[in-house]
């Protein structure tokens, strides 16, 4: 059609030129010669018409099912998720994007944010409840993971998936390597967290505040790394003591020295060929952790020491094609209030990739801790996820 319409452009002055009067000469025809070429410069430079369906939200379904057996000599089928999520362009300098999840648990909004496009000076600004930058796997959806369970370092040390409601600010440098630099400020870090309540009103000094610096590499046409560090401050911990004659009416509120850190290191090591495609190499990647906080009794709500605990993954994945991904996890975690309790979790895992929409997994995990008298636990799952329309994830080879 828009070749129809310039020919029918360019035959117009021709038809007229054939028409003019002689008198006007060499002259006239350039004329309109000049006037045309305007016009089709305007038309040229005028923006594209917006397809009527280009803001409407791109939605997908992901299905998350598993079932799982030998924890506590127990089997169960488990309804672990269907997340449903909505996204689109809002304007030329927004855009937006929500998670809802349904469960055995009810229905959750996971995450609900707006994120400029358009900024200058390579910041970018996202606020509401979103998935706080903390680490690597910490912010993946479960469906996500490599491995069936969350990693119990992170469960233990973040409380499940990062979620958070609050602000970040992120600033990419202006550098030949990739540097990424994050400020964020929220309400909590983690969605099971359960040191603040997410709802109210509070003290700036019971918020949590977080810093990250990430960097990407190639290391020649094959290889790349990823590095990462990180650190979320709480200044201080509002709790209340209960142990008092009338319970919570009656106690008294404790903040001296209820300052947290949460540390942590992370590491990605990719091996793609160049003659293999998308669906061949090794994914080896590792995060340590380090929590520093003091505890309070959970009867009493009094302060009890000060403990520093270490956690830390580490798993490697194989992509052998466009199907098979085997791989192995190692997770050691010691406990919040017992630094010297270690739990150590080792996994080996076979994934399946029926198609870009349909995913199996099945896992082998050994559990044991250093508590005398307690025994390991065997556990075996498998998972089988399913994704319906567009979802916001995929399944991205982060």
């Excluded at 305007?42 to 598993?66: C, H, Q, R, V, W």
């Excluded at 809802?100 to 409840?129: H, K, M, Y």
């Excluded at 099971?192 to 109210?200: C, H, L, V, Y």
């Excluded at 911990?237 to 008294?252: E, F, M, N």
């Amino acid at each position: 059609m828009r070749y129809i319409f310039f020919s029918i452009l360019l035959a117009l002055p021709i038809s007229a030129a054939a028409q003019v009067d002689p008198s006007s000469g060499t002259s006239g025809l350039m004329q309109r010669l000049n006037d045309l070429e305007q016009r089709l410069s305007k038309i040229e430079g005028a923006p594209a018409k917006t397809s009527i369906s280009a803001f409407n939200p791109a939605m997908g379904i992901a299905l998350d099912l598993a079932y799982e057996h030998g924890r506590y000599d127990k089997a169960d089928f488990q309804f672990r998720a269907a997340e449903l999520n909505v996204e689109a362009p809002i304007d030329p300098f927004l855009k937006g994007w929500a998670v809802f999840t349904g469960s055995n648990a009810g229905i959750d909004v996971e995450e609900a944010a707006l994120q400029t496009t358009a900024l200058p000076c390579n910041l970018t600004v996202t606020g509401g409840r979103l998935f706080a930058s903390f680490g690597r796997l910490a912010h993946f959806h479960d469906h996500e993971l490599p491995v069936a369970d969350r990693p119990k370092s992170l469960d233990s040390f973040i409380g499940g998936e990062t979620r958070a409601d609050g602000v970040e600010v992120s600033y990419l440098f202006p550098t030949d390597t990739y540097l990424n630099a994050t400020a964020g400020m929220y309400d909590k870090i983690g969605a099971d967290n359960t040191r603040q309540d997410p709802t109210g009103s509070r003290s700036l000094y019971e918020f949590t505040y977080l810093g990250r610096l990430s960097t990407y590499k190639d290391i020649g046409d094959n290889n790349s790394v990823e590095l990462g560090a990180d650190s979320a401050w709480t200044p201080k911990r509002d709790v209340q003591d209960t142990s008092l004659p009338g319970g919570a009416s009656a106690g008294i509120d404790t903040q001296k020295d209820t300052w947290r850190t949460l540390n942590g290191l992370d590491f990605t090591y990719r091996y793609q060929p160049t003659q293999g495609g998308l669906y061949r190499g090794v994914v080896w990647g590792t995060e340590v952790l380090q929590n520093n906080e003091k505890r309070f009794d959970p009867a009493t709500h009094l302060p009890t020491d000060r403990v520093r605990a270490y956690s830390g993954y580490s798993y490697i994945q194989v992509k052998m094609g466009p199907h098979w991904r085997p791989g192995v996890m190692g997770d050691l975690t010691e406990d919040l209030d017992h630094a010297r309790q270690l739990t150590k979790t080792y996994s080996a895992f076979l994934t399946y990739d029926v198609s870009e929409f349909q995913r199996l997994r099945l896992v082998y995990s050994h559990q044991m801790d250093n508590v005398p008298g307690t025994r390991g636990a065997d556990i075996v799952a498998l998972q089988w996820t399913g994704v319906l329309g567009h979802h916001v994830h995929g399944f991205r080879d982060r």
